[in-house]
């Protein structure tokens, strides 16, 4: 299928084969590994024949080969700026990641601004999350003068649609880390949807989202309690090296994430 025979001493090792899937692949299928796998093939031949050169194989010279950026968040442990945090996605056919979401406060007349690609599922959450914002103003000491003089802006990272309510407990946490000026760990991801009186609500794809995300550097995850049975059935793989915390309610999280006082 590649072109490889076996008089063309194709010799790629298991912890090479591990290496890639860890680094670059991002979906719980195959496509990734074997588009991955068919490029390294073809520059393989293409050394061999053209230049008369063997090409090293090896874990250090992947990189070298595959030329994309491995997947994995470095750095300090909080974001520079208040006001993001990853919630997290996944897609039909299987893969899953974060979803960088961004809010700033910026002087208004109390409106909420979405930024970004948008479908009509995000854009009533994020409607939703204003109104229990304003419902629970006191209660989570947001300032007086919040919903009078400021304007919330809201951005969703990446240039795709994004339409789906799972964003919100992450929305209303980058919200509020924006208004109190908190910084976040990147470590930390989260998927949920609200409703108006701050239920967390069940989502889907907690399986890919955990994949996806603990190889970009997530070990701590909120996900809502009624997904229980969905995170109990995951390999026990899957749930080596990270915190799953189940919640039912938004101020568990932001308890949690020091954004509110209890």
């Avoid at 056919?93 to 009509?120: A, F, H, Y």
């Amino acid at each position: 299928k590649n072109g490889i025979l076996k008089s063309d001493n194709f010799n790629i090792s298991n912890e090479a084969i591990k290496y890639i899937i860890d680094k670059y692949c991002n979906e719980s299928g195959i496509r990734n590994i074997e588009q991955i796998l068919d490029s390294i093939c073809k520059k393989y031949l293409f050394e061999k024949e053209i230049n008369n050169h063997v090409l090293d194989l090896s874990i250090n010279n992947l990189v070298n080969i595959i030329e994309q950026k491995p997947i994995m968040i470095k750095g300090e442990s909080l974001y520079r700026n208040s006001g993001i945090l990853n919630g997290l996605y996944c897609y039909e056919g299987g893969g899953g990641g974060i979803l960088k979401v961004q809010s700033s406060i910026v002087n208004g007349d109390g409106r909420i601004n979405n930024l970004g690609l948008l479908g009509k599922k995000t854009t009533n959450s994020v409607q939703v999350i204003y109104n229990l914002l304003k419902l629970n103003q006191i209660n989570w000491g947001l300032p007086d003068d919040l919903f009078k003089t400021k304007d919330i802006c809201i951005n969703y990272g990446g240039s795709n649609e994004v339409d789906g309510p799972s964003a919100g407990t992450a929305t209303v946490c980058s919200v509020v880390s924006s208004i109190k000026n908190i910084s976040v760990s990147r470590n930390i991801g989260m998927s949920g949807e609200i409703d108006l009186h701050g239920n967390v609500l069940p989502i889907g794809g907690c399986r890919d989202k955990i994949m996806g995300s603990k190889k970009e550097g997530v070990t701590k995850f909120f996900f809502p309690i009624d997904n229980k049975y969905d995170i109990d059935k995951l390999d026990i793989d899957i749930k080596n090296g990270v915190e799953i915390v189940l919640v039912s309610r938004i101020e568990e999280i932001l308890l949690d994430l020091g954004l509110i006082n209890s």
